[in-house]
T-cell receptor, first 115, second 116 residues
């Protein structure tokens, strides 16, 4: 059974701090790893990673994948209160020979940034 | 681009009734749509994968006769919760992938279902 594990499950920091969120996975037929941010409603897409060692960046957020060790990290520098959210890691895999991929989600990390 | 809508955003119904939730991709064609369920402070649990014009693929443990999925067009999928019971109360979220683009799923805003 495919498995995605995130750590820590929750994190409380102050504005300006840097945080690192972890995601490890055990998935057959791995295709990609995705990070999402979920505030009050539906998750919004942050990154999709398919290759090891290539960092993706968007503003204060960055992420990297290690396909040998089967994990990814999401870094957020100079955190702001608006970064408070649940961060979800999901792994995409081939689904039984079909053309579409399904995502297996981790439990999420609840990040709280205090002023 | 890549906007997904869901309707209704919130529904309250009596036990035993059926509820239909719509998921639409507004500015792209979605060959594949996914239905998830999320309990408070928990992650997303995939219920089923819906492909346009074919039967949905349900995850283990999800009753296909209770959660009816129809994907009649490239922009619309519906989830009908039949004979709803209080334990079906949850947050239901759909997502869609662009035709020809794998893995990146765009999520709808979700539907909060409360069964009394």
């Amino acid at each position: 059974e495919d498995k995605v594990v995130q750590s820590p499950l929750s994190l409380v920091v102050h504005e300006g701090d840097t945080v690192t969120l972890n995601c490890s996975y055990e998935v057959t037929n791995f295709r990609s790893l995705l990070w999402y941010k979920q505030e009050k409603k539906a998750p919004t897409f942050l990154f999709m990673l398919t290759s090891s060692g290539i960092e993706k960046k968007s503003g204060r957020l960055s992420s990297i994948l290690d396909k040998k060790e089967l994990f990814s990290i999401l870094n957020i520098t100079a955190t702001q209160t608006g970064d408070s959210a649940i961060y979800l890691c999901a792994v995409g895999s081939y689904a039984g020979g079909t053309s579409y991929g399904k995502l297996t989600f981790g439990q999420g990390t609840i990040l709280t940034v205090h002023p | 681009g890549a906007v997904v809508s869901q309707h209704p955003s919130r529904v309250i119904c009596k036990s035993g009734t059926s509820v239909k939730i719509e998921c639409r991709s507004l500015d792209f064609q979605a060959t594949t749509m996914f239905w998830y369920r999320q309990f408070p402070k928990q992650s997303l649990m995939l219920m089923a994968t819906s492909n346009e014009g074919s039967k949905a693929t349900y995850e283990q443990g999800v009753e296909k006769d209770k959660f009816l999925i129809n994907h009649a067009s490239l922009t619309l999928s519906t989830l009908t919760v039949t004979s709803a019971h209080p334990e079906d109360s949850s947050f239901y979220i759909c997502s869609a992938t662009r035709t020809g683009v794998k893995d990146t799923q765009y999520f709808g805003p979700g539907t909060r279902l409360t069964v009394l």
